[in-house]
C-alpha cells in the first residue's frame, strides 16, 4: 500500500489549492483519514480528520477555510484550501490511520506568498 501525495504548489496569500492523497492497494481497518502539515522549524500539526462514516474534523487555524473529502472509487483523499494565508506555508502529508498500521504519504509543498 502506498500513498502518493500530490496538488502542491506556489500560491498567492487568498488563493486555493487542492491537495490530493492517492492510494495504491487496498487499505482495510480504516480507523480515521488524515492531513498533517509541518511547517520549517516546526512540529507536524494536525489538519483536517475524515471517519469512515463521515465524521470530519478541522483544527482551529483551518476552520472555515480547509475541506476534507474523499472519492472512494478512485480511492483518494483531498484537502480543498480556500483562503491560504502565509502561515499555512508547509508540508502537507496524508495519514491513514487503521487497526493495524499507520500509512503515510510522501508530503507535498505548499508555499503561500504575501
Known amino acids: 500500500v502506498q500513498l502518493q501525495a500530490s496538488g502542491g504548489g506556489l500560491v498567492q496569500a487568498g488563493g486555493s489549492l487542492r491537495l490530493s492523497c492517492a492510494t495504491s492497494g487496498r487499505i482495510v481497518g480504516i480507523k480515521a483519514m488524515r492531513w498533517y502539515r509541518q511547517a520549517p522549524d516546526k512540529e507536524r500539526e494536525y489538519v483536517a480528520t475524515?471517519?469512515?462514516?463521515?465524521?470530519?474534523n478541522y483544527a482551529d487555524s483551518v476552520k472555515g477555510r480547509f475541506s476534507i473529502s474523499r472519492d472512494s472509487a478512485k480511492k483518494t483523499l483531498y484537502l480543498q484550501m480556500n483562503t491560504l494565508e502565509p502561515d499555512d506555508t508547509a508540508v502537507y502529508y496524508c495519514?491513514?490511520?487503521?487497526?493495524?498500521?499507520?500509512?503515510w504519504g510522501q508530503g507535498t509543498q505548499v508555499t503561500v506568498s504575501s
Open positions: 495519514n491513514f490511520d487503521t487497526v493495524y498500521k499507520d500509512y
Open positions: 475524515m471517519t469512515p462514516n463521515g465524521s470530519i
